[in-house]
C-alpha cells in the first residue's frame, strides 16, 4: 500500500498563516502537522509515500528529506495548478499494481487504513456533532449532516486516470456517485487532525493535548501532568503553568505569566512579563509583549488572528508582538569585497559611464535618476520595510525587463554600481522591485522574493529567453533563490560578460 498526500495551497480561510509556507507545514503541539500525518502512515508500515505540493515546496522538502529518518522513500511532485491538483497520478505507475491512498493533508482521520476493505473504494467522512442520527452513508455531502473529508482509500487499478483532470470539488462529487451507487464504502471517523482553519487548528491542539487523538502523542518531559516542556527552556518561579500545555525548545517565560490551558508555545518564543496565554498558539519565533491577555488567537510574529471573531492584525507595535527570528548574518567579507571592486570599476569605467549619460539625456531623452527600492529579505510586511534609492538611466530602467546586453548594462548596470559600493545591493541576486512592484507579486512568488538578496545581475536576464514571460521571470527566480551560492553568482557574473562581448549568444 501507498500513500499520496496532496499538500493543499494558500487557503482565505487561514487570514494568511500560510502565506509563507503549506498549512499542513503549521505547528500541532511539538511538531508540523505533515509530520504527524507521515508518522501515523509510518506505524501502519506504510513507508512508500507521494508528497504533491505547489506551495514552498522547497520548505516541505527541507522538513522530511528523502525519508530516510522513517525509514520511508519519499517522492515529490509539483502541482502547477491549485485547482487541478491530480495530475501528478499520471507518473505514479505503482496505483495500478497496488491499494493507495489519497490523503489532503488539510484534514487526516485517525484510523488504521490496514483495516480498509482492498477490493473497494472506501471514504472517511466526518459527523458534525449532534447532527448524525446513524451511519448512513447516502447521507454523506447533505446540508448540516455528514461529509467526506479528503481522505479515500482505492484498490488497484485505473481509477487513477478518471481523477487526473478533476478539480476537487468534481472528485469529491464523483466519489459520492460512487457511494450512492455502491461501488464504494464510506466509514464514519470521529478523530481527524483538522488544519484547514485557524479555529479547527486550535480545537484540534486542544484534543491532542487531552490525549484525545488516537495514535498521537507529544514529546518533551511531562512536568506535571498535561504539562509538556521542551528542552532549553527557561520558566520565572512566578509563572503560572496551567496543563493541557505544550513549550517548545529554547523558550523564555517571564515572570507572572500565566500559561494554560490548551495553549502551544512553539519553539524559540519569549512571553515577557504578566501576559496570560490560553486556549492559543503561538507559532515559532514569535515575541508576546508584557500584560497581553490572550484567549482563542493564533500568533505568528506580528499576525494576530482572533479565531473567535475569524478576523487578522497585524500588529506593527514590536513591543506588543514581533519576530524573534534574525537575519543571516551578514557577510562583512564579502561586502566588502563587493564594495572595493565596485569601486574599481566605478573608476575604470567612468567614460564610459559619463559618454552613456550624456547620450541617453541628448538622444533619447532618459536621464540619470534614482527608484526607490525594498532592501532585501525583508520580512511580511513590505509597507515597513527599509528602502534604498537605486540609481539609473530613466525612470523605466527596472520597470522593463531587459535581457543581458548593452542597454541593461548602461542603464541599469553602470549607475547601479554605486549602490554596490555603498553595500546597498549586491552584483548579482533576484531583480530589485519597489514595494508596489512586490505586492503586486503572485503569493509563492513574493515568498520566494522576500527571502532571496537583490543584485544588478539577474537569473532571469542571463538564461530566460524571453525576460518579459511572467512565467519564466518565476521558475528564474525560483531557481535562484534555491542555488545562491558564490559559485553560481560567479558563474552568472561571467555568462553576463559573454553577453556583452558576444551578444548573439
Not at 547620450?359 to 532592501?375: C, D, E, L, N, W
Request: aromatic share 8%.
Amino acid at each position: 500500500m501507498i500513500a499520496v498526500v496532496l499538500l493543499p495551497g494558500p487557503s482565505v480561510k487561514m487570514h494568511g498563516l500560510d502565506a509563507q509556507q503549506s498549512l499542513s507545514l503549521l505547528p500541532l503541539g511539538d511538531r508540523p502537522i505533515l509530520q504527524h500525518i507521515i508518522e501515523s502512515l509510518v506505524a501502519q508500515g506504510i513507508t512508500s509515500i507521494e508528497l504533491i505540493t505547489g506551495h514552498a515546496p522547497e520548505r516541505v522538502e527541507a522538513l522530511l528529506g528523502n525519508g530516510d529518518r522513517w525509514g520511508c522513500t519519499f517522492r515529490y511532485h509539483l502541482a502547477a495548478q491549485y485547482d487541478r491538483p491530480y495530475r501528478s497520478l499520471k507518473v505514479i505507475a505503482e496505483t495500478k499494481t497496488e491499494p493507495w491512498i489519497l490523503i489532503h493533508a488539510e484534514r487526516y482521520p485517525c484510523v488504521n487504513f490496514r483495516s480498509a476493505s482492498l477490493s473497494k473504494t472506501v471514504l472517511y467522512y466526518v459527523t458534525p456533532r449532534g447532527s448524525f442520527n446513524g451511519p448512513d452513508p447516502g447521507t454523506i455531502g447533505s446540508n448540516n449532516n455528514s461529509d467526506w473529508w479528503g481522505t479515500v482509500v482505492f484498490p488497484p487499478g485505473n481509477l487513477s486516470e478518471i481523477l487526473w483532470n478533476k478539480t476537487p470539488d468534481e472528485l469529491r462529487d464523483h466519489l459520492l456517485q460512487m457511494v450512492s451507487n455502491a461501488e464504494a464504502t464510506a466509514i464514519e471517523t470521529p478523530d481527524w487532525i483538522d488544519g484547514s482553519t485557524p479555529e479547527a487548528l486550535l480545537e484540534t491542539q486542544a484534543r491532542l493535548l487531552s490525549r484525545r487523538l488516537n495514535g498521537l502523542m507529544i514529546s518533551g518531559i511531562e512536568r506535571q501532568p498535561g504539562v509538556w516542556i521542551s528542552r532549553n527552556v527557561v520558566v520565572h518561579p512566578t509563572v503560572e503553568l496551567s496543563g493541557p500545555l505544550y513549550i517548545g525548545p529554547n523558550c523564555r517565560i517571564n515572570r507572572g505569566v500565566k500559561l494554560g490551558p490548551d495553549a502551544v508555545i512553539s519553539a524559540d518564543c519569549i512571553v515577557d512579563t504578566n501576559t496570560t496565554i490560553e486556549h492559543s498558539l503561538v507559532i515559532a519565533g514569535s515575541y508576546i509583549g508584557e500584560g497581553l491577555e490572550l484567549s482563542k488567537a493564533v500568533v505568528n510574529h506580528n499576525l494576530l488572528i482572533n479565531v473567535r471573531l475569524g478576523t487578522r492584525i497585524d500588529i506593527f507595535e514590536s513591543f506588543l508582538l514581533g519576530g524573534l527570528n534574525q537575519s543571516p548574518r551578514q557577510n562583512w567579507f564579502g561586502r566588502s569585497i563587493q564594495s572595493i571592486l565596485a569601486l574599481l570599476l566605478i573608476v575604470l569605467l567612468l567614460p564610459i559611464s559619463l559618454f552613456s549619460i550624456i547620450y541617453y539625456a541628448m538622444v533619447r531623452h532618459f536621464f540619470y535618476t534614482s527608484i526607490q527600492m525594498v532592501k532585501l529579505p525583508v520580512e511580511d510586511n513590505v509597507r515597513l520595510s527599509s528602502n534604498y534609492p537605486l540609481p539609473c538611466v530613466g525612470d523605466d530602467a527596472w520597470r522593463v525587463h531587459r535581457p543581458a546586453g548593452w542597454g541593461a548594462f548602461l542603464r541599469q548596470f553602470l549607475p547601479g554600481l554605486f549602490a554596490v559600493f555603498l553595500g546597498r545591493i549586491s552584483f548579482v541576486g533576484l531583480p530589485p522591485k519597489s514595494a508596489e512592484e512586490i505586492q503586486q507579486l503572485p503569493l509563492e512568488w513574493r515568498a520566494i522574493y522576500q527571502k532571496g538578496r537583490a543584485g544588478l545581475i539577474t537569473e532571469a536576464c542571463v538564461a530566460a529567453t524571453d525576460t518579459e514571460d511572467e512565467t519564466q521571470r518565476y521558475l528564474a527566480d525560483a531557481y535562484y533563490a534555491a542555488k545562491q551560492n558564490w559559485l553560481h553568482d560567479l558563474k552568472l557574473a561571467s555568462q553576463y560578460i559573454v553577453r556583452l562581448i558576444v551578444p548573439a549568444l
